[in-house]
């Protein structure tokens, strides 16, 4: 069974936006919250990268290459979090994964990637 679940992704002319979304439904609503949750992205010929992280305190991350352009944010209670991309470059082409970690549990759950292609 999955744990995370992507959808959002596609052909995007540069400049435009896009928004990623990951869910988890085998997670259980009340330890949702304690979960580091965040975006990576994997390149052809390059390894997989963070993108943007958020912590349960609602704390983000992002690498310098998408800082002001895109956007991380979660809702616990629906079990969701989000990448808004902005601006978008076609050096942001690539998969991008969903992740959850947990310090509690040391759980640590991918899902199955979703493909963006930015096109110039």
């Known amino acids: 069974q999955v744990s995370l679940v992507e959808s959002g992704g596609g052909l995007v002319q540069a400049g435009g936006s896009l928004r990623l979304s990951c869910r988890a439904p085998?997670?259980?609503?009340?330890?949702?919250?304690?979960?580091?949750l965040g975006w990576y992205r994997q390149s052809p010929g390059n390894q997989r990268e963070p993108v943007a992280t958020?912590?349960?305190?609602?704390?983000?991350t992002y690498t310098d290459s998408v800082k002001g352009r895109f956007t991380i944010s979660r809702d616990n209670s629906r079990k969701m979090v989000w990448l808004q991309m902005n601006s978008v470059k076609p050096e942001d082409t690539g998969i991008y994964y969903c992740?959850?970690?947990?310090?509690?549990?040391?759980?640590?759950?991918w899902g199955q990637g979703t493909q963006v292609t930015v096109s110039s």
């Open positions: 958020i912590a349960g305190s609602g704390s983000t």
């Open positions: 992740n959850a970690k947990d310090e509690v549990t040391k759980s640590d759950d």
């Open positions: 085998r997670t259980i609503t009340s330890v949702f919250w304690q979960k580091t």
